[in-house]
């Protein structure tokens, strides 16, 4: 008989996500495997593991894309209810803080691409826009990242007073600009390109240099800097 079509507390013990995991480990374990563990049952009809195959397969068996499902859209699944959505959101909520730790703090920046492996956790997956300041000090390694401000689909507002402000207090003598573009695209618009001379020319007169402005995006990036336009 198919594993697939029978409850879990049927299958071989070495077939069962939580007994497999203890006995070989965790890295042997498929991404359905571990969202099961997660969940506990299936419905009546399919396995924990069936369904979470199926919650999967619905996002093109791309984690990144399944942490974008709201508690709403994954009670849609057959068997989901709001506790073991809750589980699941809160799992990939989990997993991404996680991604975003990893970077030591006091990195020391030397490309826009590190920017990026900051950054990219915390605002590249986002469903609004979200505009970030990364202070750095005279051996340009990161003291302070702030979020200054969080906006919707398509904008976001940025006060200058607010990034020197705190730039002076955290004795910054550099400063990165980053923020996402939820459409995944990475042209800068006009207002892109004005506030960051806004805030370029507000830094000359602090001895603050605006060292670049990154756009970001779920998988990639644009600098302001590497392009020549800063």
């Known amino acids: 008989m198919d594993n697939n079509s029978i409850s879990i507390k049927n299958w071989s013990e070495d077939d069962r996500p939580r007994e497999k995991l203890m006995l070989k480990g965790k890295s042997v374990l498929s991404d ?5 563990i997660l ?10 593991v069936e369904l979470s195959k199926k919650i ?3 996002v093109g068996n791309n984690l990144n894309e399944l942490g974008k499902l709201n508690l709403s859209q994954l009670c849609n699944f057959k068997g989901i209810g709001e506790a073991k959505a809750v589980t699941i959101i809160a799992a990939m909520e989990l997993a991404r803080r996680r991604r975003s ?3 030591i703090e006091l990195t020391k920046i030397t490309s826009s691409k590190i920017i990026f492996e900051i950054m ?12 970030w300041v990364l202070y750095l000090n005279n051996a340009n390694k990161v003291i302070a990242k702030n ?10 507002v940025v006060d200058v007073r607010i990034i020197f402000k705190s730039a002076l207090e955290s004795g910054a003598v550099g400063i990165l600009l980053c923020h996402n573009h939820p459409s995944g695209n990475l042209k800068p618009s006009e207002a892109d390109i004005e506030i960051t001379k806004k805030v370029k020319t507000a830094g000359k007169s602090l001895d603050i240099n605006v060292l670049d402005h990154l ?8 600098s302001f800097a590497d392009e020549g336009i800063l």
């Open 32 to 36: 359905a495997e571990l969202i099961a």
């Open 39 to 48: 969940i506990g049952s299936g419905s009546k009809n399919e396995s924990a």
């Open 56 to 58: 999967l397969a619905s």
């Open 101 to 103: 730790e990893e970077v």
């Open 120 to 131: 990219q956790p915390i605002i590249g997956e986002l469903p609004h826009e979200e505009f």
């Open 147 to 156: 979020q200054l401000s969080k906006g919707g689909m398509t904008g976001t």
């Open 215 to 222: 756009i970001i995006t779920q998988n990639g990036y644009y």
